[in-house]
């Protein structure tokens, strides 16, 4: 495929820091620019090769053939508002933001008659660890990447994005609705987040909680695994999804009630029924490997 | 340490099944004697190499030096019930309960003046799978092992319960009240492991959730890995822990609803507060390594 020129990273920490090494390793840019509102993550990046030079977002805006916003969703719009009035013609700006809707209405206000030029997508890739230390080559490899192209959109465009995604070895799926990918991912990935958050604080708001942590087994570390991500990039991600967030905690309310009065009751029978129907759910889940 | 000449393992599943295999590798038992309710696991377990022979729990009490009872914990009364009467003097019965005050208040009653020959513990190692084709040597390598030792017990049946399970390359603690052990494993365990249950329960109950599943990545996969366990086993963990685990769901319910209110009010500042704290408490973990 086409070799980008120029590409600019701003943010560039777990998800644009992997992305700029995983293009770098295959050869498809011929140099990367950082920008950010952090100086120590961009003097790393640097650093570490994961960009060749450090520039500012007005300045990244004129050089850039291919920008990537790759900061906490909340920093989107400040960004765009720097981006929009000077962005040429030809230059494609994307995302890998975790929520899309809010996104793309932040973007089409800010962006206007150059809303074709971004195209909105959203790599299915983490770490409990962050920032460009964190950083791998083949964070995407066999990961899905989901985007979300607007009618404004080129084909050519959402080509471009879409192939950048599978050089890092992910699946891309075109979706169009932005409000099926956000209520897909507050059910799949927000929601587990939020759980798994709220268990460790729910853990550390006991004195005997707190040391009970120390019995933990492999259970307790792979379902506490994701509490440990970024504070800042969560938040930002539940406020941006904030509706379909509200909506997924209310039907889990319902579903934690009815197993309180099964146990309550000591009801034997549908107790097992409805772990059976738990554990057939997770042994036919075969999305990736075990 | 001293051979066992006979071992009796009562269930030959994933943990009755593994200990056996991991003390035959040692070379420190002569002759393991199967028994259990399931003729098809017996049959598998003894193909597989996991027992020599299948008897009956009335036999197994009669030939065996040591009797470990792994089966699930609802069936640990009827099993006590036919071991009691025919136990030699001499002969040591353990368990593998995951729950502690409850067994050890049957085994009171079922045991009687046999009470000191009994020494409960719990291994604290699962997988995914169960029964005896998921049985591996090395479940136990190390994770922890919990005795929660009567003080009927004579230290030198205490002493070689331990040591059984150290040869398994497990690590032993020793915990006087069988409370705090229920307390610390309903907090650390058997609720995460109902709070992946209600989460799969959850997304199975709309159509719109289970077809994210398919969306799901390695966040999913491991914040839900541990749903897929055994819904025997674990359905009798909950009632034999029942008051433990109504206790944990009403203070989970209060940091749930404090979040709620959190996300309602669109409060960043205290999102990120209470983000944080859970991303610190999970990124200090060190138990295992991750």
């Known amino acids: 495929m086409k070799k980008i020129k120029t590409l600019g990273i701003i943010g560039v920490g777990l998800i644009g820091g992997s992305f700029a090494l995983a293009l770098k390793r295959q050869g498809l840019v011929e140099k990367v620019l950082g920008a950010g509102k952090d100086d120590n993550s961009l003097g790393l990046a640097k ?6 030079e450090v520039v500012t977002i007005a300045e990244m805006a004129t050089l850039a053939d291919v920008i990537v916003i790759a900061a906490p969703v909340n920093a989107f719009e400040g960004i765009a508002n720097v981006l929009a009035p000077l962005l040429p013609a030809n230059t494609i700006v994307s995302d890998v933001g975790s929520t899309k809707a809010k996104i793309i209405e932040i973007a089409r206000k800010v962006f206007d008659n150059k809303i074709h030029q971004f195209i909105p997508a959203h790599p299915i890739a983490g770490s409990h660890a962050s920032g460009p230390t964190a950083a791998i080559s083949d964070l995407f490899q066999d990961k899905n990447v989901i985007i979300t192209p607007l009618p404004e959109n080129s084909s050519e465009s959402v080509a471009l994005i879409q192939s950048l995604w599978e050089s890092c070895g992910a699946t891309v799926q075109l979706l169009k609705q932005a409000k099926d990918h956000d209520d897909i991912y507050a059910a799949v990935s927000h929601f587990p987040h ?27 570390r792979d379902f506490t695994r994701i509490a440990a991500g970024s504070p800042e990039m969560w938040r930002d991600i539940f406020l941006s999804n904030q509706e379909a967030m509200l909506s997924q905690m209310r039907d889990f309310e319902k579903e934690f009630n009815y197993f309180k009065q099964l146990l309550e009751n000591k009801d034997a ?16 889940w075969k999305v990736i490997k075990n």
Do not use: H
């Open 47 to 52: 650093a570490l090769g994961i960009i060749d």
């Open 194 to 220: 939020f759980l798994a958050a709220c268990y460790m604080s729910f853990m550390e708001s006991d004195p005997i909680r707190k040391q009970a942590l120390n019995m933990g087994g492999t259970g307790f």
């Open 269 to 284: 029978e549908q107790l097992y029924q409805w772990l059976s129907v738990a554990a057939k759910a997770r042994q036919n």
